[in-house]
């Protein structure tokens, strides 16, 4: 089972600044099969990039992911008031698939 | 538009059963695997069954194993997960959630959430 570490737990940033966050995986991921999920309280999770730096549809691309092998980043650029949220990395290809435990991106 | 409306959730008592149901519209079913997805404050998300589009293939996490059931009824677009023996661990909210495609794939769509609460 692959583990995954997201850094930091909290980023507490102003609207416009640029955010990134990290997902450390225990083992490479094949196929960079790495997906990023936006969740805000109350509601799903939704998906915001797939196959570490695919945006999803609708996904605004100030949204960016890179990294392959263990390491992976999320960018967020010009953050806006809607994107201060939870966000997950996810393994997937192989089951189980794992979760990181989160970053929340909070408001400064 | 998908939508995956989830149903069934509630408050049991340790070793009570709950069934869980998704009605899923807006895609072919036959054409997407299917998952649970359970949710903790403590444990975060955690994958629990997938299900083959055809229904074929059945996938359990090894903390369900031998306790969950998951099936779905391609007449009416619905996916189920058969929860026994439940343990105050099992508390949680509870995604559906839709693969990408037939395979063990990234999930598109989820549903809203079905709360299940184990307490006596």
């Known amino acids: 089972e692959i583990v995954l570490t997201q850094s930091p737990g909290n980023l507490l940033l102003s609207p416009g600044e640029r955010a990134t966050l990290s997902c450390r995986a225990s083992q490479s991921v094949t196929n960079r099969y790495l997906a990023w999920y936006q969740q805000k309280p109350g509601q799903a999770p939704r998906l915001i990039m797939y196959g570490a730096s695919s945006r999803a549809p609708g996904i605004p691309d100030r949204f960016s992911g890179s990294g392959s092998g263990t390491d992976f980043t999320l960018t967020i650029n010009r953050l806006e008031p809607e994107d201060f949220a939870m966000y997950y990395c996810q393994h997937y290809g192989s089951l189980p698939q794992t979760y990181g435990q989160g970053t929340k991106v909070e408001i400064k | ?120």
């Open chain 2, 1 to 120: 538009e998908v939508q995956l409306l989830e149903s069934g959730g509630g408050l049991v008592q340790p070793g009570g059963s709950l069934r869980l149901s998704c009605a899923a519209s807006g895609f072919t079913f036959s054409s997407s695997a299917m998952s649970w997805v359970r949710q903790t404050p403590g444990k975060g998300l955690e994958w629990v069954s997938a299900m083959s589009g055809r229904g074929d293939a059945t996938y359990y996490a090894d903390s369900v194993k031998g306790r969950f059931t998951i099936s779905r009824d391609p007449s009416n677009n619905t996916l189920s997960l058969q929860m026994s023996s439940l343990r105050a661990e099992d508390t949680a909210v509870y995604y559906c959630a839709k693969h990408r495609d037939y395979s063990n794939t990234y999930f598109d769509h989820w549903g809203q959430g079905a709360l299940v609460a184990v307490s006596s």
